[in-house]
C-alpha cells in the first residue's frame, strides 16, 4: 500500500529550526519525484522543495530558498525537510506528496499521492 507520513511538526520561535520527516512506502521512489507542499493562511498550497531520490537533484520555491534543506535517507526510504530562520509566515500544515514523474517541479497537478501533513506553527 503506498503510503507518504510526515512528522515532526512543532510549536517554534521565530529565529529557530524544525526538521520534518516523511517516511514513504509502497512504491520504488526511484522513478518519482517526492516534494513538499504547505497550506498557510495566505496560501491555499504552495510548493516548498522537491527532491529526486535517485540522483539528489533539488528545487526550492523561492519563500525558502537558502532557509530551507530537502534532503533524503534512501536506507530508510525517508524524506527530510530541514527548515532554518522559521519566520510566522511559515506556519502552516505541510505535505509531502509524490509526483507522477521523475523530474523535479513543484506544481500540484503534478503529484497524485498525498500525506495527511503535519502542523508547524512559528509564534513567540
Known amino acids: 500500500q503506498l503510503q507518504l507520513v510526515e512528522s515532526g511538526g512543532d510549536l517554534v520561535q521565530p529565529g529557530g529550526s524544525l526538521r520534518l520527516s516523511c517516511a514513504v512506502s509502497g512504491f520504488n521512489w526511484d522513478y518519482y519525484a517526492i516534494g513538499w507542499f504547505r497550506r498557510t493562511p495566505e496560501k491555499e498550497r504552495e510548493g516548498v522543495a522537491c527532491i529526486l531520490p535517485s540522483s539528489g537533484v533539488t528545487h526550492y520555491g523561492d519563500s525558502v530558498k537558502g532557509r530551507f534543506t530537502i534532503s533524503r535517507d534512501n536506507a530508510e526510504n525517508t524524506v527530510y525537510l530541514q527548515m532554518n530562520s522559521l519566520t510566522p509566515e511559515d506556519t502552516g500544515v505541510y505535505y509531502c506528496?509524490?509526483?507522477?514523474?521523475?523530474?523535479?517541479?513543484?506544481?500540484?497537478?503534478?503529484?497524485?499521492?498525498w500525506g495527511d501533513g503535519t502542523q508547524v506553527t512559528v509564534s513567540s
Open positions: 506528496a509524490k509526483s507522477t514523474y521523475n523530474y523535479c517541479v513543484l506544481s500540484m497537478g503534478m503529484y497524485n499521492y
